[in-house]
């Protein structure tokens, strides 16, 4: 008979101290081991990653900001551009109008010149016409005379012969 008080595997139901002992002082062992080990190292790596995501957030709102001023920067060149357009084409219309006016006043100014250079011609032509005609009369007045100074005529001859030499000047022009 073996009466042993220790026997390997033998289970007891009473409390034991020295194995509660040894796993306590196991278990904090390994909780060193994991704090030095693991959870330091996982800390770390943890903390590198919460930074990464940081940095990356604020370029990204860098860059969001960057955006924003630059369509900003680009709306008003825009503006800039459609208003520098509408005053060309204001500038344009004006410029247009301006020619128009001028060219209707040159074109007003030349129908004057020609019209006074018109009346100019219109008054030498009446002075040659009138000075032709009193030549005309001039000399028909001497041939009158002269005829009638060669035979004295009675009224009816002298109206004939007025009449004859009316109708020869006429047919001479």
Do not use: C
């Not at 073996?2 to 007891?12: A, E, I, N, Q, R």
């Not at 001028?102 to 030349?110: K, M, P, S, T, Y």
């Not at 008054?123 to 005309?136: D, S, Y």
């Amino acid at each position: 008979m073996l009466t042993s008080s220790f026997v390997l595997g033998s289970t007891s139901h009473g409390f034991n101290g020295g194995d509660m002992l040894f796993q306590l002082v196991m278990f904090i062992i390994l909780l060193a081991l994991l704090k030095k080990f693991a959870w330091g190292p996982l800390m770390g790596i943890m903390t590198q990653r919460e930074e990464h995501v940081a940095n990356e957030i604020q370029a990204a709102e860098a860059s969001r900001q960057e955006a924003l001023k630059y369509l900003e920067e680009q709306r008003e060149i825009v503006k800039q551009s459609r208003t520098e357009a509408g005053q060309l084409i204001e500038n344009a219309k004006l410029q247009g109008e301006a020619q128009r006016e001028d060219i209707v006043n040159q074109a007003r100014l030349e129908a004057e010149r020609v019209k006074e250079s018109a009346k100019r011609e219109i008054v030498q032509e009446k002075e040659k016409a009138i000075t032709a005609l009193r030549e005309q009369v001039a000399s028909l007045s001497v041939l009158i005379a002269s005829k009638v100074i060669e035979k004295e005529l009675s009224e009816a001859d002298q109206e004939q012969l007025i009449n004859d030499y009316i109708q020869e000047a006429g047919e001479g022009k």
